[in-house]
């Protein structure tokens, strides 16, 4: 896990030390605008706005101490210590307490103040198995399963930020998963349809790519659909508005393909996936003069001159859709629900979803440029399961009458959230919050019990994680939210790997729906 | 124009000279792996193979000569002449042959070969008004309307791929734009519907935003269209495909949404339009540990690093679709299309449309991201020409029946476009070649005489241009090709800003495809 990084600002340190007595010390640089002049008397004023700063923040949620603090010219050097809550709120109260009594007694402001040393002690789930590495200046020391990090040159913006915490939670969080690395995620059969008789055996990228249907992009793992693909993946759209979205009250929104970062910060996708993004950029400018030497160049050379497009474009700006779910957030946010419109049903298949494959590209299974149809639901957590049970009732109607796939669901959790205590896999509300798998199988991957199935369809409810991010409220109670991604090329996908291409063979309800296919073109 | 650049490999001279008596000079080095041993006459084999291939690329177009040569070690030295064609062909087929006999003869092959000096005259349209720059090293001389071209140190590569031809159009073709700066482009009114009365005079967009069927996106000028826009979007969509395409035997395609810079170098968007584009970057590898600092940085600063991030993604890849048409000529690059196939009648309605717009937005009638169906036509002149027809005759019913519009149409050429020859405007010809603007009235830019009209929908021919530019053929005859591109958002717009959005206040045509309005989300 470690492999791979730049020089880190810091050596880490996995050794014994003694830990101090304080579970937390804060040594904090304040710097005045001028020194002290003499009337101050530091010796009072100090601890005097030190207790006032501890009894505010911590109060009696622990014990909270300055342990020394030295005035060296327009310096003043102090200790902060606390075995309840980090005292670094402690030391911005202090602080703002510290500028008004100065200003209003002696003119004096506070100009700046950071944390040169920020030491905090933690308990770890287990011992971590590998060193832990963090991107800022810090020292950690880790004896069995007790932890002491110490962050280095904390800015103000560091402090007022919480970055302590945070980066106590991603060491937390890093020997987690190197205790499971390796390990599978979570799965738990929840139904299966009927075996089906197997009718066709092959790829159905490779079938339709012979027939030319379908023609490999310009650009990596996407696709160019003719008209007779196009048609199936248009009649997947419309068995799923129809079948599904449609009766359960589901409404269509339009949204932008473009993911702010901010939007992906509050999600949590950025930090998790940023190597699956295709990134979008700007250009500087859009004076046509100052793209003369580009045009010029490409003109004369008919090449992409790089070099100069690299001067004329921004870095990243945003993100091409990876999910909708988030700018549905987004557009959610900061608002009040009123009852009468939940749960809010709504769906988005206007954003094209972008993720980054690599090297796991295969066929339209797995492509870098997909088109999903993603409802959202938000509403009170009984009714979002009322809700779920009505929606897998839709899709079994679909894969089972219409479809007619060999399908199964699956209960999901990654291992690492297992046992983190954030999702107890076996208790009921476990299995309220969490995601069911929707997997079809592919005859031509091998034997039905050893050969992998294709996911095709999830849905989840994630509780109040994204409501809460993006401040969306109910006019009355709880608020929670969930989403079903259908993805179309897997719908098409799975249904020609169980059913072959050839008309004659599909089952009457999608014949039904696909109607006449179209004369695709002719190629000599 | 030519403010803004950076500085440039050559200084520019407009100072009249002393032309030479032939039109075109060639001096070239040409580098040998060894001296010519001593059996090898230069004085007989260079003027030998030189006229040789003067013979095999100019033969009789003109007059070319070897105007001197020299051996100096391995290196050879000459001089060709042309008063025809530009001689670096004629330098090719030289070199090729100069190989294959001292390969033979004498063990000696050519390692490589430049043009010192490479030296065209032309004759310019008028004379230019103003400095013309060029971004690879040469001196220009202009003397009235004659002009002197010397490109210096001109590599192999450009040798072969013509970079002088290339240089040349270019500065014709920037004397030619600095003459028409400022002009407008060519407008003749073709069709106008009649007056319709005024019942709303407003902007859609600012009614819109404040019933919040809209929100203006997280990204530059891009919208969230919640239910009742969606649904105007949509309806707009069906009233296209079953008023219009369908009818037509238009099918449908799934293309993908980003376009190669070898497709965009194809069509000449990629020179035409660099400062308008949205481009696409992607990860420089997808491994988790390598983006583990990105990861980190994120998890306890909240804020994207971005310095970190631009040294884990790449420079611009691809570009966001700019407008379909593009990679649907990709799509169908290199084929022959069968007879039964013609007139090729298909779109794309899945591919996002993305323009930087800067300064130039507003609303949701100027946006960086629209939703277009873009119908693509091949086929004999003749069967185009018809089905051009067919198309206008659809879209007025569509106009005046179902949406009940004020419009107009307008054939337009650019105005530079009109002057080069490219286009004549008045010869029959070029009202088959060439693009038909739909405008519509808006009433809140004011009376209808003086006010800009919205360009809601054009109509193009563009004869062999792009069937070329991909190598599409048909099986027999002649293959051109056009486009249609329909704008949802500004069919929308067109509708309400004259409509209003009020239902009662519509046309009965579209009440019937619109059906029952959804019930919006109710904010707080």
């Known amino acids: 896990m470690p ?3 730049a020089a880190l600002p810091s050596t880490i340190i996995t050794r014994p030390s003694v830990l101090g007595p304080m579970e937390h010390r804060l040594e904090a640089d304040v710097t005045l605008s001028a020194p002290l002049p003499a009337p101050v008397d530091a010796g009072e004023l100090v601890p005097r706005l030190a207790a006032e700063a501890f009894a505010r923040t911590i109060a009696n949620r622990g014990e909270g101490k300055l342990a020394s603090f030295t005035v060296d010219g327009p310096k003043l050097l102090l200790v902060l210590e606390s075995n309840g809550p980090r005292p670094h709120q402690t030391l911005l109260a202090f602080v703002r307490r510290l500028g008004e009594e100065l200003g209003r007694s002696a003119k004096v402001g506070v100009r700046s103040f950071e944390a040169s040393r920020y030491r905090s002690e933690f308990t770890l789930d287990s011992a971590p198995e590998g060193p832990i590495t963090l991107p800022i200046p810090h020292h950690l020391t880790i004896e069995g399963t007790l932890a002491a990090l110490s962050l280095l040159h904390l800015s103000e913006e560091g402090l007022r930020d919480n970055w302590m915490d945070r980066a106590v939670a991603l060491v937390q969080e890093k020997v987690r998963r190197q205790s499971y690395t390796g390990k599978e995620q979570f799965w ?3 139904s299966a349809s009927p075996a089906r008789e197997v009718r066709f055996e092959h790829d159905p990228t490779e079938e339709m790519l012979k027939r030319q249907w379908v023609r490999s992009g310009p650009t990596k793992g996407k696709w160019f659909l003719g008209p007779t693909a196009a048609h199936l993946l248009r009649t997947m759209e419309r068995i799923a508005l129809e079948e599904v979205l449609r009766p359960l009250g589901f409404q269509e929104v339009v949204q932008p393909h473009h993911d702010s970062f901010e939007t992906l910060l509050k999600t949590g996708h950025l930090e998790g996936l940023p190597g699956e993004f295709y990134y ?6 859009r004076d046509p003069a100052a793209w003369e030497r580009f045009t010029d160049l490409v003109k004369i050379t008919r090449q992409v001159p790089t070099e100069e497009l690299a001067r004329m474009v921004t870095g990243p700006t945003a993100v091409a859709c990876y999910a909708q779910c988030p700018t549905t957030y987004w557009w959610l946010s900061g608002r009040t629900l009123g009852t009468d419109s939940l749960p809010l049903r709504i769906f988005d298949r206007a954003a094209v979803s972008n993720r980054y494959e690599s090297g796991g590209r295969h066929g339209l299974e ?7 149809i993603e409802p959202v639901f938000l ?5 979002l399961v009322a809700l779920r049970q009505a929606l897998l009732d839709r899709y079994t109607h679909v894969f089972n009458e219409v479809l007619e796939l060999e399908w199964r669901t699956a209960w999901v959790t990654p291992f690492y959230l297992q046992q983190s205590g954030k999702v107890g896999v076996e208790d009921v509300h476990a299995r309220v919050k969490g995601t069911i798998d929707f997997e079809a199988y592919l005859p031509y991957r091998g034997p039905r019990e050893s050969s992998e199935w294709l996911e095709f369809q999830n849905l989840s409810i994630v509780g109040d994680k ?3 991010a993006f401040s969306i409220k ?3 109670g709880e608020l929670w939210s969930g989403c079903t991604g259908i993805g179309l090329e897997r ?3 799975a249904f020609l790997a169980q059913k072959g291409l050839e008309v004659a063979d599909w089952p009457d309800g999608f014949r039904r729906y696909a109607g006449e296919l179209p004369t695709d073109v002719r190629f000599l």
């Open 379 to 383: 509403g009170a957590p009984d009714d």
């Open 366 to 372: 797995r492509v870098d440029e997909f088109h999903r």
């Open 3 to 5: 492999g791979g990084l």
């Open 188 to 190: 738990s059969l929840l």
């Open 466 to 468: 994204y409501t809460k």
């Open 280 to 285: 979008v950029a700007e250009p500087k400018t």
């Open 474 to 476: 109910a006019q009355k």
């Open 491 to 493: 719908w098409v996908t």
